[in-house]
């Protein structure tokens, strides 16, 4: 049975569009199952190659036509007396505000540009086994900057202290530099559950580069 847990769910993401049809965010089930409920959104879905457009009760029915043919990349939400087809796509019915594509900088996009990998040794780790290193220490002037830190294992950072990678005798996998695309976003687009995404993300990609 392809069940979605529900600690599954909340590492499950819903795109959102505005009520043209612009992607202007991503959330967690449980927020969208909520928008959809209160009829404040509305889910999108594709249908031989065309979107159609669902409220809450009759995607519930969709949902239970789906249900025995099912496939692998699908995720539900399962009830006492409904099993529910989680929504890949909804749109909002109210919100017509065109996104910003700043790219913040922080942990977890820093992370995923590097994908999850010291970019000294190669080795990949999750976040916990993992920090951030400036490639130029700030005790040498060194910026809090996209093309001055890199993803880094504990032990590399450690290796490294406050040298430069030449001083250390390590070498970068790559240059860092700023992510033309948000690489949160292009991590999704690289899991089939996701693919319906890419017809509406293509605008936000490019605005964002």
Known sequence: MVTA???????TSVLVLNRMYMAVHVINVRRAVCLLYR?????IHMEDGQY???????WQLVSELNYDQRHESDDWI??????????RVVRLLQYDRVPKHSL???RRNLFA??????QYCGRHAPMTQLSLDHVVPRSRGGLTTWE??????????????G????????????QPKKPRFNPLLVRKLQNPKYESWKTFVRSMESAAG
């Open 39 to 43: 009829e404040l959104a509305e889910v």
């Open 148 to 161: 001055n830190i890199v993803c880094c294992c504990l032990f590399c950072n450690t290796r490294k202290g």
């Open 113 to 118: 540009r590097d994908q999850h990998q010291c």
């Open 78 to 87: 399962r009830s006492v007396s409904f099993q529910l087809q989680v929504p």
């Open 5 to 11: 847990e529900p600690h599954h769910l909340f590492s």
């Open 52 to 58: 159609a457009n669902y409220d809450f009760e009759t």
């Open 104 to 106: 913040r900088f922080n």
């Open 163 to 174: 040298r430069t990678p030449k001083e250390a005798h390590m070498t970068l996998l790559k």
